[in-house]
């Protein structure tokens, strides 16, 4: 069974302030594993997909990583705009994707 | 282009009424899903479909149905409504060939 666990649950920082958000992943045969944003209120919105271990890929102040179990998206300099639930997902195949319960960013001016 | 548009944002139904969640695409997508995202469980796949008339089982498709006659629109039924299928609905597509999926901007259910 494909499984995502997102680290950590919730997540403040100052204005500035860079860190990482984590995504470790089971899955039998990874076709893809992407990073969403949601705003409260408002459905998920796309930020990247990786598909195999080594590959990055930057937007903005955002840069995703993946190695064989686990994803990284680090925040590099955040501004309070940044603030949303940052989710995680892996398809194992068929477009299927199952998610993690997500990680809830708080920037502090 | 309107992406993936959801009807209606809000409903309230009783327990044992049925309805039908809308949702169409203009994107040309192959490929369509539905959610359901309730606190502490994430986002859950309920049904999806590959393509005009073909659809399978997500992880919770219990008390939901779903077809696709065009590739536009995928509706979701609630046969008989329980008050465990209070949540937020949210239907996606997608091409296939970046990966990631366009989604709606929700349906909140509340089933009283």
């Known amino acids: 069974e494909d499984q995502v666990t997102q680290s950590p649950e919730a997540l403040r920082l100052q204005e500035g302030e860079s860190s990482s958000l984590n995504c470790s992943y089971t899955v039998s045969g990874l076709r893809g594993l992407f990073w969403y944003r949601q705003d409260p209120g408002k459905g998920p919105e796309f930020l990247f997909t990786?598909?195999?271990a080594g590959e990055e890929k930057e937007k903005e102040r955002l840069k995703a990583t993946l190695t064989k179990k686990e994803s990284f998206l680090h925040i590099t300099a955040p501004k309070p705009e940044d603030s949303a639930t940052y989710l995680c997902a892996v398809s194992g195949g068929a477009q299927k994707l199952v998610f993690g319960q997500g990680t809830r960013l708080t920037i502090n001016p | 282009n309107a992406g993936v548009t959801q009807t209606p944002k809000f409903q309230v139904l009783k327990t044992g009424q049925s309805m039908t969640l809308q949702c169409a695409q203009d994107?040309?997508?192959?490929?369509m899903s539905w959610y359901r995202q309730d606190p502490g469980m994430g986002l859950r796949l309920i049904h999806y479909s590959v393509g005009a008339g073909i659809t399978d089982q997500g992880e919770v498709p219990n008390g939901y149905n779903v077809s696709r006659s065009t590739t536009e629109d995928f509706p979701l039924r609630l046969l008989s409504a329980a008050p465990s299928q209070t949540s937020v609905y949210f239907c996606a597509s997608s091409s296939g060939t970046t990966g990631g999926y366009t989604f709606g901007s929700g349906t909140r259910l509340t089933v009283v």
């Open positions: 990786l598909y195999s």
């Open positions: 994107m040309n997508h192959e490929y």
